[in-house]
């Protein structure tokens, strides 16, 4: 399945860093998330975007910042990160059609804060 | 807030046993979806569940939502290598919003 992308897919960054990471969905779906997956962790919703247009942030630290400059790409602003920040970033997508809004997954970031 | 649990959080069994993961929600769910991921890999959706009382089947595996609607389970008859990963189940609390369970990772034994 290639209709989400994620970039990088792992990612290495000190603690005083900036990175980005970047997600691209070729489904032509109107909504797209950010979700945290942690070892011992459910999948844990980060932002959710609908049109553009932020609709849910989950009490996530600032130092994680979400960019949705159209509907089919979505970017998370990284920085001065801690290590227990480390885990498997995923985004996805959905579109709201007859009652079913199933999310495609990327492949995920795996990111490292060292 | 709402918490969705699944239990067991992990199950071993040996190929060709049945295998039963069960969704519990501290409220009454919306709509069920269900996913599995694969080790290394992300989540794949299987399947929505709407109607309380709703059964679907796929193949091997038979899906079902609770009456109350406060509980779902994921059923595996005859279990294959290939079902092995960590199933979660989501409740879609609004629209575009996403509870996901707490998984449970089933290993297979050949």
């Known amino acids: 399945e290639t209709g989400v992308t994620q970039t990088p897919r792992h990612l290495v960054m000190g603690m005083t860093n900036k990175k980005s990471l970047k997600c691209e969905q070729h489904?032509?779906?109107?909504?797209m998330y950010w979700y945290k997956q942690s070892a011992k962790k459910p999948l844990e919703l980060m932002f959710v975007?609908?049109?553009?247009?932020?609709?849910e942030n989950n009490s996530v630290p600032s130092r994680f910042s979400p960019e949705c400059p159209n509907s089919s790409h979505l970017f998370l602003h990284l920085h001065t990160l801690q290590p227990e920040d480390s885990a498997l970033y995923l985004c996805a997508s959905s579109s709201f059609a007859g009652g079913s809004y199933e999310q495609y997954f990327g492949p995920g970031t795996r990111l490292t804060v060292t | 807030g709402q918490q969705v649990m699944q239990i067991p959080q992990y199950q071993h069994v040996q190929e060709g046993e049945d295998f039963t993961t069960y969704c519990n929600s501290s409220?009454?769910?919306?709509?069920i979806q269900w996913y599995k991921q694969r080790p290394g890999g992300h989540p794949v959706f299987l399947i929505q569940?709407?109607?309380?009382?709703e059964v679907k089947k796929q193949k091997r595996l038979t899906f079902q939502f609770g009456e109350a609607k406060k509980n779902s389970s994921l059923h595996i008859t005859a279990t294959q290598t290939t079902d092995v990963g960590t199933y979660f189940c989501a409740d879609t609390s609004g629209t575009y919003k996403y509870i996901f369970g707490t998984g449970t990772r089933l290993k297979v034994l050949a």
């Open positions: 975007y609908n049109f553009k247009e932020q609709t």
């Open positions: 489904l032509g779906h109107n909504a």
């Open positions: 569940l709407v109607k309380s009382g």
């Open positions: 409220t009454t769910l919306s709509n």
